[in-house]
């Protein structure tokens, strides 16, 4: 079997990631500008996450946490690997056709329980009507994981990485169409995303039938396959929607004050960049390679491939860490900062973007813990870790509103989001020195820091001195992107003096064909 190439993979799921993220950017520019903070993007926000949070159970999180390592196992070693995919997906499919059917009749109950602020106003029936248009997603999405954990485990990263990028490109077209054409943009929206869904789920099914798994619908049967698939899948479904389970109680706890769903949404959304381009691509690519060095009984490889991992996710999150504390208020003024979004606004999501900023190496770093995990069919453990990170969040969320009103959640998320890798940090050690960092991840992840510290006060002095000029029309793209350019060369110029970045070491890696990181 051709190995994973571990650093190419992380680029190639890491460029379709920014590029969809970049698109999300500009989706959720003209959302913010067409739209803007009030009872509509409330009301859209509530209704398009109920979507969201469940695929991330029934696709990228339970499903796949379980199907991959099976799958690959299968595939490695040649027992029928086509006849397990289609099981699979048979189960899969009518779960979660079930799963939409009583989500079209329930919705009203299911925007009461994760935004109960909204009852007895406007948003309430609007979430309900958004909800039953966008909630079909979950069927396509979930299908298109399935057919994404074949395409990876077989080394295959570009088609999968790419499918999210249609549901932005097509969200983008229909506003700016709705706005042409004079309808209402937030109809044009709604409608489009099911849409959308259709389209990434052929994209992944024709890519994995060519690869030869080719799967079509059928009845599901329970063989003893599928009840294993199930038994792991259960408990990380939970490990796996943490994040997005936080998310829902941030919403329920600040959906009775004004604007507030609309904040977070926006701020959360802003984080969610360099959380995707690095946190998802280390999670893609790392869970297959453990599971298949691990097999194989390749316990060096399995603990590099883990070091590195970690390596490349701080390179990239602990300097975007830095400029979310230093120039939060730039960042957001100059991105979303027009139309129907005013001054208010920016500053509440500036705040926000910077609590959420400060969680984001944690929220990385689950990514790359949780695959020691599923890699060996272990779905309890961080089952266990999540229910403690939840009901942290869930305490601090609800207590300290009254104290700090609608950004306790984003402080509550940050601190459950450290805790998380705190007990999956200290429970993976039980599994040996392949599940521990080695000397040079700790040596490079300190200078990692240091550079990214020295960058962030760079930024923030400049922003200080020069401030107005994010400010006017004329030129506040143009310093922004001044501003980005001057934080990459800082911080990639100390890295490389202070030992922080090899560039040699990529650049060796990617002609070796990106099997490591130096």
């Known amino acids: 079997m051709k190995p994973i190439k571990l650093l190419s993979g992380f680029l190639t799921v890491g460029f379709w990631t920014l590029a969809s993220r970049i698109l999300g950017f500009l989706r959720e520019i003209l959302i913010t500008a067409y739209i803007g903070p009030g009872p509509l993007m409330d009301a859209f926000v509530a209704a398009f996450r109920l979507p969201n949070m469940f695929r991330r159970f029934f696709a990228e999180g339970a499903f796949n946490a379980a199907f991959v390592p099976m799958f ?12 397990f995919a289609q099981e699979a997906f048979n189960l899969l499919a009518i779960t979660v056709l079930l799963l939409v059917g009583l989500g079209m009749v329930f919705m009203p109950a299911l925007v009461w329980a994760t935004a109960g602020g909204f009852v007895g106003d406007a948003r309430f029936d609007l979430a309900v009507g958004y909800g039953q248009i966008v909630f079909p997603y979950i069927l396509c999405m979930s299908l298109a994981a399935l057919f994404s954990g074949v395409l990876n485990a077989t080394g295959r990263f570009a088609a999968a990485a790419a499918a999210p990028v249609l549901l932005n490109i097509f969200a983008c077209a229909a506003m700016v169409a709705g706005a042409v054409l004079g309808g209402e943009v937030i109809s044009w929206l709604v409608w489009t995303i099911p849409v959308a869904g259709v389209a990434q789920l052929a994209l992944v099914w ?9 799967l079509r619908p059928g009845l599901p049967r329970w063989t003893p396959q599928m009840k294993n698939l199930v038994r792991v899948a259960l408990p990380a479904a939970l490990a796996m929607g943490v994040t997005q389970i936080n998310l829902v109680v941030g919403q329920q706890v600040a959906s009775d004050i004004e604007n507030a769903v609309s904040w977070l949404f926006v701020a959360d959304r802003l984080y969610q960049l360099p959380l995707g381009v690095v946190g998802i691509a280390i999670g893609i690519v790392l869970l297959p390679d453990l599971s298949r060095r691990l097999r194989a009984g390749d316990d060096a490889g399995a603990r590099d491939a883990f070091s590195r ?9 602990l300097p975007s860490t830095a400029a979310f504390l230093a120039v939060p208020l730039v960042l957001v003024s100059v991105l979303y900062e027009r139309g ?3 001054a208010d606004d920016v500053a509440a999501i500036a705040l926000a973007v910077a609590i959420y900023g400060a969680g984001l190496p944690a929220f990385v770093l689950q990514k790359v813990l949780q695959p020691l995990f599923f890699a060996r069919e272990d779905t309890r453990s961080p089952f266990r870790y999540a ?16 104290y700090l009103g609608w950004i306790a959640p984003a402080i509550a998320a940050t601190v459950a989001g450290w805790t998380m890798v705190a007990c999956l940090w200290l429970g993976a050690r039980r599994m040996g020195e392949v599940a521990r960092f080695d000397q040079r991840f700790y040596d490079r992840s300190l200078r990692i820091l240091t550079a990214s510290a020295i960058m962030g006060a760079v930024l923030f002095g400049v ?10 029309p004329s030129w506040r793209y143009l310093a922004l992107l001044g501003l980005i350019v001057l934080g990459a060369v800082v911080y990639f110029g100390v890295g490389q003096i202070i030992g922080a970045v090899r560039l040699a070491d990529l650049r060796r890696s990617v002609r070796r064909g990106g099997a490591g990181m130096g």
Do not use: C, H
């Open 206 to 214: 024709i890519a994995a039938s060519r690869t030869g798994i080719r």
């Open 463 to 472: 922003v200080q001195q020069f401030g107005w000029l994010f400010y006017l």
């Open 309 to 317: 991992a970690g390596e490349f996710s701080l390179l990239l999150t």
């Open 72 to 83: 690959a196992k299968r595939l490695e070693s040649g027992e029928d690997p086509q006849g």
């Open 387 to 402: 229910v403690v990170a939840m009901v942290i969040n869930a305490v601090l969320a609800f207590g300290l509103k009254p």
């Open 340 to 342: 129907a979004t005013g």
